[in-house]
């Protein structure tokens, strides 16, 4: 087996906070079927944007708004069933909101291994 290369797990936490940005970024886009109303259209876009910036140049700007923008969406979003804050929702709403609670706390471990070094500290410079 093949070593990856210093650059490797750095690449692999931002593709994988990019893939689970993504799926908040799926999870509001089916919410909007079920109750459409534009700040989670707004919500969707960002998290969207936010999966292209991880993939694509994931610097240390793009961590952050990642890391904020997560933690914005979880705050609204607690990942708990029953825990939606906005109203009673049913059918497909009722299960977005932890769904995205669930990828909103994946993505930020992702980030707090990248930034905290936990992998390395000569993997993770930002």
Not at 54 to 68: D, I, S, Y
Not at 70 to 75: D, F, Q, R, V, Y
């Amino acid at each position: 087996m093949m070593p990856l290369g210093a650059a490797a797990l750095p690449r692999f936490l931002a593709h994988s906070a990019a893939g689970a940005a993504a799926g908040c970024a799926a999870v509001h886009g089916l919410a909007l079927l079920a109750v459409p109303h534009a700040p989670m259209a707004l919500l969707s876009a960002a998290c969207l944007l936010c999966a292209v910036h991880l993939w694509r140049r994931p610097g240390r700007a793009a961590w952050v708004a990642h890391v904020v923008l997560t933690t914005a969406m979880l705050l609204a979003h607690p990942p708990v069933a029953g825990g939606h804050v906005h109203s009673a929702a049913t059918g497909l709403a009722a299960w977005a909101a932890p769904v995205a609670g669930l990828l909103a706390v994946v993505a930020l471990l992702l980030a707090a291994v990248r930034g905290l070094g936990v992998v390395g500290s000569h993997l993770c410079r930002i």
